[in-house]
């Protein structure tokens, strides 16, 4: 019995802003793995398992679009939010005359992505936890539109939306195209047990479809 899934994905917008950018938002070209496993966590995610993409599949061109956007330039402090949980009357808030600011960004425009992952039990898995278990509340969630929180295109202002792909395909614009295209460095993961260290890798796209499946070289 195989654990893979392919979910269909798609926004009007998208912007999963290059790590190089400080200021202004600028996006890589498509959906990067850690974000397209934050999609499946928000559908469904336990301790006891693990999400793996095996394949990104770019459906639609890759456009991109420049907008400019009010953004907050400064954040509440951990040290302010103690406090009140502790029971300090002291009001915490961020004066968003003074501290906004208009920054461009350049962020992708109607999007659709096929993902194709699978899941891996972890060492917190119990005695009650089975594949079997995990892939038919997956299944179940995935075909009703279930989901913990809503999915999000890179910002949490671009809602995605998805549906579980149990027929074919769709075709990639990029099907008939060049055979291969290098999309550049792009971010794999964060590396959360070592300091959240991000992790890149040369990302390529033959066809219209990135495969992680085969030896990923990291940094």
Avoid at 8 to 26: H, I, L, P, Q
Avoid at 57 to 69: C, L, S
Avoid at 113 to 132: L, N, S, W
Wanted: glycine share 6%; net charge positive; hydrophobic share 35%.
């Amino acid at each position: 019995m195989s654990y893979g899934f392919k979910l269909k994905v798609w926004g009007d917008y998208a912007c999963f802003t290059r790590s190089e950018m400080k200021v202004e938002r600028v996006s890589y070209d498509v959906i990067t793995p850690s974000a397209a496993r934050g999609i499946l966590e928000a559908i469904y995610w336990k301790p006891a398992i693990k999400w793996v993409i095996d394949r990104i599949h770019v459906i639609n061109p890759i456009e991109f679009e420049g907008i400019k956007r009010n953004e907050v330039t400064k954040r509440i402090s951990s040290q302010q939010v103690n406090k009140v949980i502790k029971g300090s009357k002291e009001m915490i808030y961020l004066d968003t005359n003074e501290n906004r600011a208009q920054r461009t960004t350049l962020l992708l425009k109607r999007v659709f992505y096929v993902i194709e992952a699978h899941f891996e039990m972890t060492d917190q898995k119990g005695p009650d936890d089975t594949q079997e278990k995990h892939y038919n509340i997956f299944l179940r969630r995935a075909r009703k539109g279930q989901c913990y929180h809503r999915p999000y295109l890179g910002c949490r202002e671009f809602s995605a939306h998805f549906e579980l792909l149990e027929g074919e395909l769709p075709k990639s614009y990029y099907a008939e195209g060049e055979d291969v295209i290098d999309l550049g460095w792009m971010l794999y993961d964060i590396d959360y047990e070592n300091n959240f260290t991000p992790k890149f890798f040369r990302a390529q796209m033959r066809k219209g479809v990135i495969d992680l499946t085969k030896e990923v070289n990291t940094f």
